[in-house]
Protein backbone atom coordinates (compact mmCIF):
# COMPACT_ATOMS: atom_id res chain seq x y z
CA UNK A 1 0.00 0.00 0.00
CA UNK A 2 1.22 3.36 1.17
CA UNK A 3 4.52 1.66 2.12
CA UNK A 4 5.05 0.66 -1.38
CA UNK A 5 3.94 3.49 -2.95
CA UNK A 6 6.54 5.55 -0.81
CA UNK A 7 9.26 3.71 -2.06
CA UNK A 8 8.81 4.22 -5.74
CA UNK A 9 8.32 8.11 -4.48
CA UNK A 10 11.94 8.00 -3.27
CA UNK A 11 12.93 6.12 -6.25
CA UNK A 12 11.95 9.15 -8.32
CA UNK A 13 12.26 11.80 -5.80
CA UNK A 14 14.83 10.80 -3.01
CA UNK A 15 14.34 9.83 0.83
CA UNK A 16 10.47 10.31 1.54
CA UNK A 17 8.81 10.91 4.99
CA UNK A 18 4.68 9.49 5.12
CA UNK A 19 2.83 11.62 7.77
CA UNK A 20 -0.96 10.79 8.46
CA UNK A 21 -3.59 13.67 8.56
CA UNK A 22 -7.45 14.22 8.44
CA UNK A 23 -8.74 14.58 4.86
CA UNK A 24 -9.85 18.34 5.92
CA UNK A 25 -6.10 19.40 7.63
CA UNK A 26 -4.90 17.74 3.91
CA UNK A 27 -7.31 20.05 1.46
CA UNK A 28 -6.63 22.73 3.44
CA UNK A 29 -2.78 22.11 3.56
CA UNK A 30 -2.85 21.45 -0.40
CA UNK A 31 -5.36 24.55 -1.04
CA UNK A 32 -2.56 26.67 0.91
CA UNK A 33 0.62 25.64 -0.62
CA UNK A 34 -0.82 24.93 -4.60
CA UNK A 35 -3.41 27.65 -4.24
CA UNK A 36 -5.85 26.81 -7.50
CA UNK A 37 -3.71 24.18 -9.37
CA UNK A 38 -5.33 21.84 -7.26
CA UNK A 39 -9.24 20.50 -7.93
CA UNK A 40 -11.23 21.02 -4.66
CA UNK A 41 -12.64 17.99 -3.99
CA UNK A 42 -15.55 19.05 -1.49
CA UNK A 43 -17.50 20.94 -4.12
CA UNK A 44 -20.49 18.85 -5.48
CA UNK A 45 -21.86 18.52 -9.15
CA UNK A 46 -18.48 19.40 -10.62
CA UNK A 47 -18.60 19.59 -14.74
CA UNK A 48 -18.58 15.70 -15.90
CA UNK A 49 -15.45 15.53 -18.73
CA UNK A 50 -17.27 12.36 -19.88
CA UNK A 51 -20.04 14.83 -21.84
CA UNK A 52 -17.32 16.41 -24.06
CA UNK A 53 -15.88 13.18 -24.76
CA UNK A 54 -19.08 11.81 -25.84
CA UNK A 55 -20.10 14.06 -28.07
CA UNK A 56 -22.16 16.21 -25.94
CA UNK A 57 -20.73 19.86 -26.26
CA UNK A 58 -23.61 21.38 -25.69
CA UNK A 59 -24.54 19.74 -22.24
CA UNK A 60 -20.49 19.78 -21.22
CA UNK A 61 -20.58 23.82 -21.96
CA UNK A 62 -23.47 24.59 -19.92
CA UNK A 63 -22.57 22.34 -17.17
CA UNK A 64 -18.79 24.66 -16.80
CA UNK A 65 -21.00 27.79 -17.29
CA UNK A 66 -23.34 27.06 -14.60
CA UNK A 67 -20.45 25.29 -12.24
CA UNK A 68 -18.22 28.54 -12.68
CA UNK A 69 -21.96 30.55 -11.77
CA UNK A 70 -22.29 28.43 -8.58
CA UNK A 71 -19.26 29.21 -7.47
CA UNK A 72 -18.47 32.83 -8.55
CA UNK A 73 -15.69 32.51 -10.95
CA UNK A 74 -15.02 35.83 -13.07
CA UNK A 75 -13.46 33.71 -15.36
CA UNK A 76 -13.03 30.34 -17.31
CA UNK A 77 -9.78 29.56 -19.01
CA UNK A 78 -9.77 26.64 -21.85
CA UNK A 79 -6.08 25.94 -22.37
CA UNK A 80 -4.56 23.21 -24.91
CA UNK A 81 -2.20 21.88 -22.86
CA UNK A 82 -0.25 18.80 -25.00
CA UNK A 83 -2.50 16.02 -25.44
CA UNK A 84 -5.16 17.08 -22.94
CA UNK A 85 -7.32 20.36 -22.91
CA UNK A 86 -7.06 22.06 -19.65
CA UNK A 87 -10.57 24.09 -18.04
CA UNK A 88 -9.79 26.28 -15.56
CA UNK A 89 -11.67 29.03 -13.20
CA UNK A 90 -10.78 32.01 -11.72
CA UNK A 91 -12.94 32.38 -8.14
CA UNK A 92 -11.76 35.20 -5.70
CA UNK A 93 -8.46 35.81 -7.73
CA UNK A 94 -7.54 32.69 -7.94
CA UNK A 95 -7.43 30.11 -10.58
CA UNK A 96 -8.97 26.39 -9.80
CA UNK A 97 -8.62 23.43 -12.37
CA UNK A 98 -11.55 21.29 -13.54
CA UNK A 99 -11.32 17.95 -15.03
CA UNK A 100 -9.62 17.90 -17.79
CA UNK A 101 -10.64 16.79 -21.48
CA UNK A 102 -9.08 14.97 -24.63
CA UNK A 103 -7.35 17.70 -26.81
CA UNK A 104 -9.73 16.86 -29.85
CA UNK A 105 -13.02 17.82 -27.46
CA UNK A 106 -11.00 21.07 -26.20
CA UNK A 107 -11.23 21.65 -30.26
CA UNK A 108 -14.75 21.23 -30.50
CA UNK A 109 -16.01 22.93 -27.18
CA UNK A 110 -14.01 25.69 -28.30
CA UNK A 111 -15.87 25.82 -31.65
CA UNK A 112 -19.20 25.22 -29.67
CA UNK A 113 -18.49 28.35 -27.43
CA UNK A 114 -17.64 30.98 -30.63
CA UNK A 115 -20.76 29.56 -32.40
CA UNK A 116 -22.90 30.77 -29.42
CA UNK A 117 -20.54 33.77 -29.07
CA UNK A 118 -21.30 34.78 -32.89
CA UNK A 119 -17.62 34.34 -33.78
CA UNK A 120 -16.46 32.81 -37.04
CA UNK A 121 -15.81 28.93 -35.98
CA UNK A 122 -13.11 28.65 -39.05
CA UNK A 123 -11.42 30.79 -38.39
CA UNK A 124 -8.61 30.06 -35.46
CA UNK A 125 -5.55 32.02 -36.83
CA UNK A 126 -6.55 35.40 -35.49
CA UNK A 127 -7.63 36.81 -32.07
CA UNK A 128 -11.21 37.05 -32.24
CA UNK A 129 -14.14 38.80 -29.59
CA UNK A 130 -17.35 38.21 -29.23
CA UNK A 131 -20.24 37.73 -26.62
CA UNK A 132 -23.37 35.60 -25.62
CA UNK A 133 -26.08 35.50 -23.03
CA UNK A 134 -28.04 32.74 -21.36
CA UNK A 135 -31.37 33.74 -20.72
CA UNK A 136 -31.19 36.39 -18.02
CA UNK A 137 -28.10 35.33 -16.67
CA UNK A 138 -25.03 37.49 -16.71
CA UNK A 139 -23.22 39.05 -19.65
CA UNK A 140 -20.80 36.78 -21.01
CA UNK A 141 -17.48 38.20 -23.01
CA UNK A 142 -15.23 35.62 -24.73
CA UNK A 143 -12.06 36.01 -26.39
CA UNK A 144 -9.89 33.63 -28.29
CA UNK A 145 -5.94 33.42 -29.09
CA UNK A 146 -4.32 31.50 -31.66
CA UNK A 147 -1.27 29.36 -29.72
CA UNK A 148 1.28 27.11 -31.26
CA UNK A 149 -0.80 24.71 -33.20
CA UNK A 150 -4.18 25.12 -31.60
CA UNK A 151 -6.66 27.65 -29.87
CA UNK A 152 -7.06 29.10 -26.48
CA UNK A 153 -10.13 31.05 -25.12
CA UNK A 154 -10.66 33.14 -21.96
CA UNK A 155 -14.48 33.30 -21.16
CA UNK A 156 -15.58 36.86 -18.85
CA UNK A 157 -18.59 36.41 -16.44
CA UNK A 158 -19.75 40.16 -15.98
CA UNK A 159 -22.62 40.22 -13.85
CA UNK A 160 -24.05 43.39 -13.53
CA UNK A 161 -26.27 42.62 -10.30
CA UNK A 162 -22.97 41.78 -8.17
CA UNK A 163 -21.96 45.12 -6.55
CA UNK A 164 -22.79 48.86 -8.37
CA UNK A 165 -25.51 49.20 -5.77
CA UNK A 166 -23.28 52.23 -4.42
CA UNK A 167 -19.90 53.01 -3.38
CA UNK A 168 -19.99 52.13 0.40
CA UNK A 169 -20.96 48.50 -1.02
CA UNK A 170 -17.66 48.43 -2.58
CA UNK A 171 -16.18 48.70 0.84
CA UNK A 172 -15.17 52.39 0.55
CA UNK A 173 -14.60 54.04 3.37
CA UNK A 174 -16.78 56.82 4.41
CA UNK A 175 -14.18 59.87 4.03
CA UNK A 176 -13.02 58.40 0.58
CA UNK A 177 -16.50 58.23 -0.89
CA UNK A 178 -17.57 62.05 0.72
CA UNK A 179 -14.06 62.88 -1.56
CA UNK A 180 -15.01 61.19 -4.35
CA UNK A 181 -18.42 62.54 -4.57
CA UNK A 182 -16.79 66.18 -3.57
CA UNK A 183 -14.84 65.57 -6.97
CA UNK A 184 -17.30 64.30 -9.08
CA UNK A 185 -19.54 67.17 -8.70
CA UNK A 186 -17.35 69.56 -10.70
CA UNK A 187 -14.51 69.32 -12.55
CA UNK A 188 -10.98 67.89 -12.86
CA UNK A 189 -9.27 64.19 -13.45
CA UNK A 190 -9.66 61.29 -10.89
CA UNK A 191 -7.78 58.43 -11.25
CA UNK A 192 -8.48 54.38 -9.80
CA UNK A 193 -5.19 53.21 -9.28
CA UNK A 194 -4.01 49.72 -8.96
CA UNK A 195 -2.88 46.26 -10.83
CA UNK A 196 -5.45 44.25 -13.27
CA UNK A 197 -8.01 42.78 -11.23
CA UNK A 198 -7.63 45.41 -8.22
CA UNK A 199 -11.59 46.64 -8.66
CA UNK A 200 -10.74 49.92 -10.59
CA UNK A 201 -13.43 49.64 -12.91
CA UNK A 202 -16.22 48.95 -10.70
CA UNK A 203 -15.26 51.98 -8.73
CA UNK A 204 -15.15 54.42 -11.83
CA UNK A 205 -18.33 53.01 -12.55
CA UNK A 206 -20.02 52.95 -9.79
CA UNK A 207 -18.78 56.70 -8.98
CA UNK A 208 -20.67 57.51 -12.19
CA UNK A 209 -23.83 55.71 -11.87
CA UNK A 210 -24.46 57.97 -8.77
CA UNK A 211 -24.52 60.69 -11.17
CA UNK A 212 -27.40 62.33 -13.09
CA UNK A 213 -27.11 61.22 -16.41
CA UNK A 214 -29.83 62.87 -17.25
CA UNK A 215 -28.62 66.27 -16.43
CA UNK A 216 -25.31 65.74 -17.44
CA UNK A 217 -23.82 63.89 -20.79
CA UNK A 218 -21.39 61.10 -19.84
CA UNK A 219 -19.12 59.45 -22.45
CA UNK A 220 -17.15 56.85 -22.03
CA UNK A 221 -13.71 54.78 -24.38
CA UNK A 222 -13.43 51.34 -22.87
CA UNK A 223 -11.54 48.48 -23.89
CA UNK A 224 -13.91 46.25 -22.99
CA UNK A 225 -16.69 47.60 -22.56
CA UNK A 226 -17.78 45.36 -19.87
CA UNK A 227 -20.92 47.00 -18.19
CA UNK A 228 -23.80 48.87 -19.52
CA UNK A 229 -23.96 52.20 -17.90
CA UNK A 230 -27.43 53.72 -17.94
CA UNK A 231 -27.87 56.98 -19.83
CA UNK A 232 -24.15 57.06 -20.78
CA UNK A 233 -22.99 56.88 -24.26
CA UNK A 234 -20.38 53.75 -24.42
CA UNK A 235 -17.36 53.21 -26.83
CA UNK A 236 -15.43 50.33 -27.56
CA UNK A 237 -12.39 51.18 -28.40
CA UNK A 238 -10.81 49.51 -31.55
CA UNK A 239 -7.50 50.38 -32.60
CA UNK A 240 -7.18 48.12 -35.86
CA UNK A 241 -9.60 50.70 -37.51
CA UNK A 242 -7.66 53.93 -35.36
CA UNK A 243 -10.10 54.39 -33.25
CA UNK A 244 -7.89 54.15 -30.15
CA UNK A 245 -7.95 55.79 -26.52
CA UNK A 246 -6.84 59.38 -27.64
CA UNK A 247 -8.59 59.85 -31.21
CA UNK A 248 -11.68 58.85 -29.35
CA UNK A 249 -11.22 61.18 -26.44
CA UNK A 250 -10.61 63.82 -29.43
CA UNK A 251 -13.78 63.37 -30.76
CA UNK A 252 -15.19 63.54 -27.47
CA UNK A 253 -14.47 66.96 -27.03
CA UNK A 254 -16.61 67.87 -30.11
CA UNK A 255 -19.84 65.87 -28.64
CA UNK A 256 -20.81 69.00 -25.64
CA UNK A 257 -19.82 66.13 -23.22
CA UNK A 258 -19.55 66.82 -19.21
CA UNK A 259 -17.97 63.53 -17.71
CA UNK A 260 -15.52 61.24 -19.60
CA UNK A 261 -14.48 57.88 -19.04
CA UNK A 262 -11.27 56.83 -19.86
CA UNK A 263 -10.93 52.95 -19.66
CA UNK A 264 -7.15 53.17 -19.10
CA UNK A 265 -4.39 55.88 -19.77
CA UNK A 266 -1.52 53.67 -21.23
CA UNK A 267 0.05 56.46 -23.12
CA UNK A 268 1.17 60.12 -23.21
CA UNK A 269 -0.94 61.32 -25.66
CA UNK A 270 -4.27 59.89 -24.04
CA UNK A 271 -2.87 61.29 -21.06
CA UNK A 272 -2.48 64.95 -22.22
CA UNK A 273 -5.80 64.79 -23.95
CA UNK A 274 -7.15 63.59 -20.82
CA UNK A 275 -5.99 66.46 -18.44
CA UNK A 276 -6.91 68.98 -21.01
CA UNK A 277 -9.99 67.58 -20.72
CA UNK A 278 -10.24 67.85 -17.10
CA UNK A 279 -8.39 71.51 -17.22
CA UNK A 280 -11.27 72.68 -19.29
CA UNK A 281 -14.42 72.07 -17.39
CA UNK A 282 -15.02 68.64 -17.79
CA UNK A 283 -15.24 65.62 -15.07
CA UNK A 284 -12.32 62.57 -16.00
CA UNK A 285 -12.41 59.47 -14.55
CA UNK A 286 -9.56 57.33 -15.83
CA UNK A 287 -7.66 53.99 -14.44
CA UNK A 288 -3.93 53.87 -14.28
CA UNK A 289 -1.65 51.06 -13.78
CA UNK A 290 -0.31 52.46 -10.50
CA UNK A 291 0.89 50.73 -7.19
CA UNK A 292 -0.20 53.21 -5.14
CA UNK A 293 -2.04 56.86 -4.70
CA UNK A 294 1.09 58.64 -3.96
CA UNK A 295 2.90 57.75 -6.73
CA UNK A 296 -0.05 58.37 -9.30
CA UNK A 297 1.52 61.87 -10.13
CA UNK A 298 4.93 60.32 -11.05
CA UNK A 299 3.16 57.71 -13.53
CA UNK A 300 1.69 60.11 -15.57
CA UNK A 301 5.41 62.43 -15.46
CA UNK A 302 7.12 59.17 -16.48
CA UNK A 303 4.60 58.87 -19.29
CA UNK A 304 5.72 62.05 -20.63
CA UNK A 305 3.27 64.61 -19.40
CA UNK A 306 4.67 68.03 -17.96
CA UNK A 307 4.68 68.50 -14.45
CA UNK A 308 2.62 71.28 -14.41
CA UNK A 309 0.04 69.98 -16.42
CA UNK A 310 -0.28 66.59 -14.11
CA UNK A 311 -0.15 69.31 -10.95
CA UNK A 312 -3.21 71.52 -12.64
CA UNK A 313 -5.17 68.70 -13.54
CA UNK A 314 -4.95 66.04 -11.09
CA UNK A 315 -7.77 66.31 -8.14
CA UNK A 316 -8.01 63.17 -6.43
CA UNK A 317 -6.31 59.60 -6.72
CA UNK A 318 -7.71 56.27 -5.49
CA UNK A 319 -5.56 52.92 -5.02
CA UNK A 320 -6.95 49.75 -4.39
CA UNK A 321 -6.75 45.93 -3.59
CA UNK A 322 -8.95 43.28 -3.89
CA UNK A 323 -7.80 40.79 -1.14
CA UNK A 324 -9.12 36.72 -0.27
CA UNK A 325 -11.65 37.30 2.82
CA UNK A 326 -11.12 34.26 5.32
CA UNK A 327 -13.95 31.64 5.09
CA UNK A 328 -16.32 32.62 7.98
CA UNK A 329 -17.38 29.13 8.74
CA UNK A 330 -13.52 27.45 8.81
CA UNK A 331 -11.44 30.46 9.78
CA UNK A 332 -8.98 29.83 6.86
CA UNK A 333 -8.31 26.31 7.76
CA UNK A 334 -10.19 25.03 4.32
CA UNK A 335 -14.07 23.77 4.69
CA UNK A 336 -16.49 22.53 2.16
CA UNK A 337 -17.74 26.03 1.88
CA UNK A 338 -14.74 27.32 0.86
CA UNK A 339 -13.70 24.04 -1.42
CA UNK A 340 -10.74 23.18 0.96
CA UNK A 341 -9.17 27.00 -0.18
CA UNK A 342 -9.59 28.92 3.24
CA UNK A 343 -11.27 31.84 1.55
CA UNK A 344 -14.65 32.88 0.27
CA UNK A 345 -14.95 36.24 -1.24
CA UNK A 346 -13.32 39.32 -1.32
CA UNK A 347 -12.51 42.72 0.70
CA UNK A 348 -11.43 45.61 -1.01
CA UNK A 349 -8.84 47.99 1.03
CA UNK A 350 -8.37 51.40 -0.30
CA UNK A 351 -5.91 54.25 -0.11
CA UNK A 352 -7.10 57.92 -1.39
CA UNK A 353 -4.99 61.06 -1.85
CA UNK A 354 -6.61 64.85 -2.95
CA UNK A 355 -4.41 67.00 -4.42
CA UNK A 356 -4.01 70.40 -2.18
CA UNK A 357 -1.53 73.76 -2.77
CA UNK A 358 1.35 72.59 -0.88
CA UNK A 359 1.45 69.00 -3.56
CA UNK A 360 0.98 71.04 -6.49
CA UNK A 361 3.50 73.53 -6.29
CA UNK A 362 5.82 70.22 -5.09
CA UNK A 363 4.89 68.72 -8.64
CA UNK A 364 5.15 71.81 -10.49
CA UNK A 365 8.62 72.25 -9.45
CA UNK A 366 9.77 68.82 -10.38
CA UNK A 367 10.48 68.30 -6.83
CA UNK A 368 9.23 64.87 -6.98
CA UNK A 369 11.37 63.55 -3.61
CA UNK A 370 9.67 66.03 -1.44
CA UNK A 371 6.37 65.50 -3.27
CA UNK A 372 6.06 61.79 -2.05
CA UNK A 373 7.49 62.54 1.28
CA UNK A 374 4.45 65.14 1.60
CA UNK A 375 2.14 62.73 -0.25
CA UNK A 376 2.65 59.66 2.05
CA UNK A 377 1.91 62.19 5.17
CA UNK A 378 -1.23 63.47 3.81
CA UNK A 379 -2.77 60.00 3.58
CA UNK A 380 -5.50 59.53 5.79
CA UNK A 381 -5.23 55.72 5.83
CA UNK A 382 -2.72 53.37 3.53
CA UNK A 383 -4.23 50.25 1.92
CA UNK A 384 -1.44 48.31 4.09
CA UNK A 385 -3.52 50.06 7.70
CA UNK A 386 -6.99 49.24 6.61
CA UNK A 387 -6.21 45.54 5.44
CA UNK A 388 -4.21 45.02 8.90
CA UNK A 389 -7.31 46.44 10.27
CA UNK A 390 -9.16 43.40 8.64
CA UNK A 391 -6.44 40.86 9.89
CA UNK A 392 -7.27 42.38 13.40
CA UNK A 393 -11.33 41.68 12.43
CA UNK A 394 -10.24 38.10 11.21
CA UNK A 395 -11.45 38.74 7.71
CA UNK A 396 -8.11 38.27 6.15
CA UNK A 397 -5.03 36.02 6.73
CA UNK A 398 -1.84 36.69 7.47
CA UNK A 399 -0.57 34.99 4.09
CA UNK A 400 -2.90 37.08 2.15
CA UNK A 401 -1.40 40.40 4.07
CA UNK A 402 2.46 38.62 3.72
CA UNK A 403 1.48 38.35 0.21
CA UNK A 404 0.99 41.90 -0.37
CA UNK A 405 3.87 42.58 1.76
CA UNK A 406 1.85 44.45 4.36
CA UNK A 407 3.03 41.88 7.04
Not at 323 to 335: E, F, I, T, V
Amino acid sequence: GAFERAGELEFALGPVELFAAEPELFQALMARHFAGDCLPTQVPELPDAALASSGKLGAYVDSVLDYALRVGASDVHFEPWGLEFRVRIRVDGVLRELPGLPAASGAAVLARLKLLAGMDIGQCRKAQDGRLRRGGGPDLRLATLPVQGAECAVLRILDAGRGFADLSSLGMPEACRRELERVCAGQGLVLACGPTGSGKTSTLHTALRGLDAGARKILTIEDPVEYELPGAVQVQARPEIGLDFARALRSFLRHDPDVILVGEIRDAETARTAMRAALTGHLVLASLHCADAPHAPLRLVELGLENWLVASALELAIAQRLLRRSCADCCGRGCESCSGSGSRGRVAVFEWLRMNAELASLIDAGQMDEYLAAANRALPQTMAARARDYRREGLLSDEELLEQGWL
